[in-house]
T-cell receptor, first 113, second 113 residues
């Protein structure tokens, strides 16, 4: 069964460092998303991406964040200068259309020290 | 924007008992309500969903009910089994836009053998 894969599963970084989280969405999906979950809190929408551009972003997704689809398979989330409060589980998701089932990856846990 | 509240945050039941998880939403325009199950080390997976034109939907041991007037919906699991142990997330969105999917904080269900 096709699945969304994410790397790394866990990353520890120092405050102020840049981090790139990688995702490989399901191959025939056209819509891609990043969510995050701070420990014990809600899963929060960060950004959605379609046709090589951001289609929507939340207030969390400020100038420190960027997304990119550098090739035909990867979808990346970059945090330019990490802060302690960026520590969270980051989930990538994809969907075939703008509606319908979201398929999630296993998540990347980011710990900022 | 939409705000989804989920209760309880943890739930422990004996094998064979029923489990009920409740969610409320704030935006009366929301009309699509999926439930996701997240097993340890995996990403959330869709287990059942309901649209606002029906009040109840069943799939074997799981069912979801929706009360549009009160803006709440619930997940019911009957005859629980240890493999039902997981974190369950409710979500709400307008069916034509995955971008505005908003999640609850999750319920950790433990089924004791």
């Amino acid at each position: 069964e096709p699945e969304v894969t994410q790397t790394p599963s866990h990353q520890v970084t120092q405050m102020g460092q840049e981090v790139i989280l990688r995702c490989v969405p399901i191959s025939n999906h056209l819509y891609f998303y990043w969510y995050r979950q701070i420990l014990g809190q809600k899963v929060e929408f960060l950004v959605s991406f379609y046709n090589n551009e951001i289609s929507e972003k939340s207030e969390i997704f400020d100038d420190q964040f960027s997304v990119e689809r550098p090739d035909g398979s990867n979808f990346t989330l970059k945090i330019r200068s990490t802060k302690l409060e960026d520590s969270a589980m980051y989930f990538c998701a994809s969907s075939e259309g703008s509606t319908g089932e979201l398929f999630f990856g296993e998540g990347s846990r980011l710990t900022v020290l | 924007g939409e705000n989804v509240e989920q209760h309880p945050s943890t739930l422990s039941v004996q094998e064979g008992d029923s489990a009920v998880i409740k969610c409320t939403y704030s935006d009366s325009a929301s009309n699509y309500f999926p439930w996701y199950k997240q097993e340890l080390g995996k990403g959330p997976q869709l287990i059942i969903d309901i649209r606002s034109n029906v009040g109840e939907k069943k799939d074997q041991r799981i069912a979801v009910t929706l009360n549009k007037t009160a803006k709440h919906f619930s997940l019911h699991i009957t005859e629980t089994q240890p493999e039902d142990s997981a974190v369950y997330f409710c979500a709400a969105s307008m069916a034509y836009n995955n971008n505005d999917m908003r999640f609850g904080a999750g319920t950790r269900l433990t089924v004791k053998p």
